[in-house]
């Protein structure tokens, strides 16, 4: 089947209680990880670019790539999202060229103005078919493109949502309550210690995200920051020679608590960007005299099909879902 929007998408997740996938795409080793663990999944996916991805593998072959796994994949649907479009102009750049979904984040900006530039997106956007995801609240932590420190960072006023959303007339909103980008998404500071001495993050605010969906009935809401920084990738890069201390993630279960809520897709970026660091390093390590890229790209890609094939079963619940 061609690329699809997400609503019948969203509208399935919504009533069976999942989640989507929106895994971000940078090249064409990540996309058949993510591609090949749908379709033997049987799940749906977003497959999200942002500006960072454009501007490092070129708008064109970040479509070419995806419409080849299109023909690769034709039994699941698959939608092509900008991922945190800054701008009117980026947005429009992916609706006139192939995308179906765009994310306009004007989160940093003030209530009424966030309305606006949404508005304008929203307009543009419906009008060629594409629907919209924005942004209320925002959340700490560092990407490309990405970079609000945790006194910036702000959870979501649940009584702004109806107001924005019917001024809007976005098609889902991410909101925020405690995850964040990036692999360092809490400081020690703010963890508490298990009886095994593990970091425990503060849990996500279910009480925000329950005030929300309360007040927009039916409506799909988005996770942003919900990579769970596996712990044994992060210790593969730490044996060989990499240096990421504390890096620590969103808890697993309580991704999948979120999931059987009105969260209708869950946005993983630094999971596989980890999975792919590790086993690259790992495989330097083990095997100094190699250089060819598709003998270090090999496992690399197989480590993040499987991590997908993990999320999508049993975090997002999506599998057997397409
Ligand atoms: O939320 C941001 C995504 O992880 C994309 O990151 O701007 O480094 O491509 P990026
Ligand atoms: P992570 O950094 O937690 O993977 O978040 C990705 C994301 O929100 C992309 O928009
Ligand atoms: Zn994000």
Same mark, same amino acid.
């Given at each position: &089947? ?5 609503? @019948? &998408? ?6 069976? %209680? ?9 090249? &064409? ?45 034709? @039994? ?20 006139? %060229?192939?995308?179906?979904?765009? &994310? ?40 490309? !493109?990405?970079?609000?420190?945790? !006194? ?6 649940? !009584? ?8 809007? %007339? ?54 942003? %920051? ?97």
């Amino acid at each position: &089947m061609p690329l699809v929007t997400s609503t @019948e &998408m969203f509208k399935k997740a919504y009533d069976g %209680g999942y989640a989507v996938g929106a895994f971000n795409v940078n090249n &064409m080793e990540i996309l058949q990880a993510i591609t090949e663990a749908c379709r033997e999944e049987h799940a749906p996916v977003i497959l999200q670019v942002s500006k960072g991805a454009r501007a490092y593998a070129n708008h064109t072959y970040l479509v070419k790539l995806v419409e080849a796994a299109v023909i690769e994949c034709p @039994e699941i649907p698959i939608v092509l999202h900008l991922d945190h479009g800054p701008d009117f102009e980026t947005c429009k750049a992916c609706i006139d %060229g192939g995308f179906t979904s765009v &994310m306009i984040d004007a989160s940093s900006k003030p209530f009424a103005e966030n309305i606006e530039i949404t508005k304008k997106v929203v307009e543009y956007a419906h009008d060629h078919g594409v629907v919209v995801e924005a942004e209320l609240g925002t959340l700490a932590g560092v990407e490309d !493109e990405v970079k609000v420190s945790a !006194e910036d960072s702000s959870y979501t006023h649940p !009584e702004e949502v109806e107001e924005f959303v019917t001024k809007t %007339g976005c098609d889902s909103l991410a909101i925020a309550i405690g995850t964040s980008h990036g692999a360092y998404k809490f400081t020690a500071a703010q963890c508490t210690r298990n009886a095994q001495g593990i970091l425990v993050p503060p849990p996500l605010r279910f009480d925000v995200l329950e005030e929300v969906s309360k007040r927009l009935p039916g409506f799909p809401i988005v996770l942003h %920051g919900s990579s769970s920084v596996p712990q044994n990738y992060v210790k593969m890069i730490n044996d060989h020679g990499g240096k990421m201390p504390d890096a620590i993630g969103i808890p697993e279960d309580e991704l999948r608590k979120a999931a059987t809520s009105s969260v209708c897709k869950i946005n993983i970026d630094s999971d596989l960007r980890l999975t792919m660091t590790g086993t690259i390093r790992q495989f330097f390590d083990e095997h100094p005299d190699k250089f060819d890229p598709r003998e270090y790209l090999k496992p690399a890609r197989a480590n993040i099909k499987e991590l997908v094939r993990h999320k999508l079963i049993d975090v997002l619940g999506c599998a057997g879902k397409a």
